[in-house]
């Protein structure tokens, strides 16, 4: 079974500031993907960004990046010039072959206006 | 486009009693999947649905369980309610393409038993 990690149960963040969320996954395959849910306090689940595992190559997502680690099982995601709609709960998955999401515990991001 | 929808937004239960939660997918999704998230367990994996048929389904006892009908939205059912199935139940719905097959999660079923 797939573990994800979040080792950050809340960060704060200056308005325009950046700010990283750290996951670390353990796995025995070789494909898969990464995302980066958020869930503000309406509840509804929205996807922020996904990660091939075969691709190097970062992915974007306008103010939203990812560091892959594939070889440290890492999957960091940042938030550059917060905004205080960014404010939420933030979760890392893991989605195994069988098509199931593994989360983390998840991380709250609060922005300071 | 509308995205995924869940009924109802909120249910009241007494313990022993059998829930219905419904959900629609995004229009032309075949994969449906339902999660708990429960306070203090976090989001777990309980069913997944493809064409009409189970595919997956997560460390839940049998009285959790669900069907898909032929137009893909879906229903899941809780027999025999306990105090501890009180939680957040979320479905999400993707296609079953590979390369295209992110879940777009609804706004969820908040189930409290009492």
């Known amino acids: 079974a797939q573990t994800v990690t979040q080792s950050q149960p809340e960060m704060s963040v200056q308005e325009a500031e950046t700010v990283t969320l750290s996951c670390t996954y353990d796995t025995s395959e070789s494909d898969y993907y990464l995302f980066w849910y958020k869930q503000p306090p309406s509840r509804q689940m929205i996807l922020v960004i996904r990660q091939e595992a075969y691709k190097q190559q970062n992915a974007t997502e306008n103010r939203f990046s990812v560091n892959f680690q594939k070889a440290a099982k890492s999957f960091s995601l940042k938030i550059s010039d917060s905004q205080l709609g960014d404010a939420a709960m933030y979760f890392c998955?893991?989605?195994?072959?069988?098509?199931?999401?593994?989360f983390g515990a998840g991380t709250t991001v609060t922005v300071r206006a | 486009e509308a995205g995924v929808t869940q009924s109802p937004t909120h249910l009241i239960k007494t313990r022993g009693q059998q829930a219905t939660l419904r959900c629609s997918p995004i229009?032309?999704?075949?994969?449906v999947y339902w999660y708990q998230q429960a306070l203090g367990l976090g989001l777990q994996f309980l069913l997944w649905y493809d064409e009409g048929e189970e595919r997956n389904r997560g460390n839940f006892p049998p009285r959790f369980s669900g069907r898909q009908f032929p137009n893909y939205s879906s229903e899941l059912n809780v027999n025999a309610l306990e105090l501890e199935d009180s939680a957040l139940y979320l479905c999400?719905?993707?296609?079953?393409?590979?390369?295209?097959?992110?879940?777009?999660f609804g706004p969820g079923t908040r189930l409290t038993v009492l």
């Open positions: 998955a893991y989605r195994s072959g069988d098509y199931k999401l593994s």
């Open positions: 999400a719905s993707s296609l079953r393409l590979a390369g295209a097959d992110t879940q777009y």
């Open positions: 229009s032309g999704h075949t994969s």
